[in-house]
């Protein structure tokens, strides 16, 4: 298993601000993956990072609004940009092991509320 | 549209009873299925991997079950305890995706 840290762990923010959350890892890692996850809801994956290559994005999110960066196989960063409070939610990063990264490791999360 | 159902409401049982929990997905053919544990403020916590080959895969007081006809797997917890009280994600994966439940809360009353 990984163990995952992520910074910082809540912030509040003012609208229409951007706020970068990391993610770090104790191991190498290819596969990463970020969520978001509302009160008493499933996790929604916002897009994949694999080292090496651009971010995918899932249906609904583009890389304007939620750019990643991953430069090396144990770091990765999610930006929310220009937030409104409809952002408000919490944001995971986790990492995928396995032989096809099945399984997945999480961070603790960053609750993030945006006034 | 790929669809995750897991029971909305809340499960109460009694310490030492065994706690079961459903999952059933809808246009989706996952080649495997996963649960998690999540505790109030913390990321999930992955406990065991079912293959579509597999009917049964035990871990200590769990038990997971994976019927890929009737599209459902079944979560059990035996001898049931306090600290067992948590939220239980069903992630079927299937094209190296995995869908995430809304998960089910689990009270275990001492």
């Known amino acids: 298993s990984a163990v995952i840290s992520q910074k910082p762990s809540r912030d509040i923010c003012q609208r229409g601000t951007s706020l970068t959350i990391q993610c770090q890892v104790d191991?190498?890692?290819?596969?990463m993956f970020w969520y978001r996850q509302q009160p008493g809801q499933s996790l929604t994956l916002i897009a994949t990072?694999?080292?090496?290559?651009?971010?995918?994005?899932e249906s609904g999110f583009v890389i304007d609004k939620f750019p990643i960066s991953r430069p090396n196989l144990t770091f990765s960063t999610l930006t929310v940009s220009n937030m409104s409070p409809e952002d408000s939610s919490i944001y995971l990063c986790?990492?995928?092991?396995?032989?096809?990264?099945?399984?997945?490791?999480f961070g603790p999360g960053t609750r993030l509320l945006v006034l | 549209s790929q669809k995750i159902e897991q029971n909305s409401e809340a499960l109460n049982i009694q310490e030492g009873k065994t706690a079961t929990l459903t999952c059933n997905y809808t246009?989706?053919?996952?080649?495997?299925l996963q649960w998690y544990r999540q505790d109030p403020g913390r990321g999930p916590v992955f406990l065991l991997l079912?293959?579509?080959?597999?009917k049964e895969k035990r871990k200590e007081r769990l038990k997971v079950t994976f019927d890929t006809t009737l599209k459902q797997s079944l979560f059990h917890i035996t001898a049931s305890q306090p600290a067992d009280s948590a939220t239980y994600l069903c992630?079927?994966?299937?094209?190296?995706?995995?869908?995430f439940g809304a998960g089910t809360r689990l009270f275990v009353k001492a």
């Open positions: 986790s990492v995928g092991s396995g032989h096809a990264g099945e399984t997945q490791y």
């Open positions: 191991s190498q890692v290819t596969m």
């Open positions: 990072a694999n080292q090496g290559s651009e971010a995918t994005y």
């Open positions: 246009n989706y053919s996952p080649a495997y």
């Open positions: 079912i293959r579509e080959n597999e």
């Open positions: 992630a079927p994966t299937g094209g190296f995706k995995t869908i």
